[in-house]
């Protein structure tokens, strides 16, 4: 491979994809369809269909629908979106041109259907889905090689490509949630270094509109943040701090818990006696080490690796145990941004964080940028990115929001002083 292919593969895989050209953007569109499509081969025909428990598994969208709907996505606000080259200015209320499949919209639509509903969809089957997928992309970057190379023209398949890159991430989800073999693992823990002390500054958050290029929407609005002096955790807690959690009873001390928290815990003691973080087999042994299912094959996870799949909702309560608290969202950029050369590691899990997700001042909402809303207001913020993201999505502003119960993320969480 030339140096120059070495060069454009690195920019294609990173962040700066965001201001790619039309040229760069293609290759990248092609690297998530194919990844799509590897992914998907994964599961198989069977997994078309609602497995027994499908109704244990609200939070996971079924495998078929989820790779079909980032082709439905790509499609509908390019091939079928006479207005394309006009990005975020582009009229909402226009007239679309129709899917190249019929039902598509029925299928794949997030609107025409609710989460839970989506394992009981008359799905098309596997190898349809697949050339579906193989056909869409090739009508996408035709498409691309006639867009112009200002913002504007591009920002639907830059939208399009970082959209498919979450959804890989959450069909990643649903082969953890489902036990499908997937080799994929996150790297060995180093050794933990003492807190971080950050001195007060004004911070300021928000992607800069100067930057040019693409930006979520839930990311955008710069403004500045008085943020006082604080000591944050150069790493995420660990199995062995989570082990002395659950073995000091902290699954059984409701003055450790939110209210909300508390009844969410004792729900699931019913249903399944939950005692650690979902798929969590085996915790609170001497060592510090735990028994995780991964992929479905249980593996032993060392003290010095990071909690994986905690909710919000014990994130908080171990905090409360330790006597310190989650970080605040700007906390944690600030850290990421300045610290890293101070042992600031981040990226093997996405992370929790004490606020809740709102839109930042000035918000302005984009096309095709809908998903993020409903949970303004309710859910709280994700920071960083796990071992399960696509490099493209890797960067110290991303912002995203969950539910505090979900569990099904790859999800951990650091630690303040309070």
Not at 61 to 79: D, N, S, V
Not at 150 to 156: E, P, V
Not at 383 to 389: D, I, Q
Request: aromatic content about 10%; glycine content about 8%; hydrophobic content about 40%.
């Amino acid at each position: 491979m030339s140096r120059h292919a070495v060069s454009a593969t690195e920019l294609m895989d990173s962040p700066e994809v965001r201001r790619a050209g039309a040229g760069l953007l293609s290759l990248a569109l092609l690297d998530a369809r194919n990844h799509t499509l590897m992914l998907l081969s994964l599961f198989g025909e069977a997994l078309a269909q609602a497995p027994a428990d499908a109704s244990a598994w609200p939070l996971v969208e079924p495998p078929l629908w989820t790779a079909g709907h980032a082709g439905w996505f790509q499609e509908r606000w390019i091939a079928r979106n006479p207005q394309r080259n006009q990005g975020p200015r582009c009229d909402l209320s226009a007239a679309r041109l129709g899917a190249r499949e019929a039902q598509a919209d029925t299928w794949w639509d997030p609107t025409q259907s609710e989460p839970g509903e989506r394992w009981q969809l008359a799905l098309p089957g596997l190898e349809q889905v697949k050339a579906s997928l193989l056909d869409g992309i090739e009508d996408t970057t035709a498409l691309l090689e006639k867009a112009g190379e200002g913002d504007d023209a591009l920002y639907f398949f830059r939208l399009a490509l970082l959209h498919e890159d979450r959804c890989c991430e959450q069909l990643v989800r649903a082969a953890q949630a489902l036990g499908v073999p997937l080799k994929l693992t996150a790297g060995q823990a180093p050794a933990p270094l003492a807190p971080l002390a950050l001195p007060a500054t004004r911070w300021t958050l928000g992607v800069p509109a100067r930057r040019g290029g693409f930006v979520f929407d839930v990311e955008a609005g710069e403004h500045a943040v008085d943020v006082p002096d604080s000591e944050i955790d150069a790493q995420c807690v660990t199995w062995a701090q989570f082990n002395e959690f659950v073995d000091d009873g902290g699954y059984d001390r409701p003055e450790l818990w939110q209210p909300a928290g508390w009844e969410w815990l004792q729900r699931l003691a019913v249903a399944e006696g939950r005692r650690g973080p979902r798929y969590v087999q085996q915790i609170g042994s001497a060592s510090g080490a735990v028994l995780q299912t991964r992929f479905g094959r249980a593996q032993r996870f060392t003290g010095p690796q990071p909690v994986m799949h905690a909710s919000w909702w014990e994130a908080d309560a171990w905090c409360r145990w330790a006597g310190r608290r989650l970080p605040t969202e700007v906390e944690w950029e600030m850290a990421a941004e300045v610290a890293a050369h101070r042992g600031f590691r981040w990226g093997e899990v996405t992370e929790w964080t004490a606020g809740t997700l709102r839109p930042y001042p000035d918000h302005h909402p984009l096309p095709g940028q809908d998903a993020a809303r409903p949970l303004f207001g309710r859910a709280k913020v994700l920071r960083g990115a796990s071992f399960a993201t696509r490099p493209r999505l890797r960067y110290t502003r991303a912002r995203q929001g969950a539910m505090p119960d979900d569990d099904t993320g790859f999800t951990g969480f650091r630690s303040c002083a309070v």
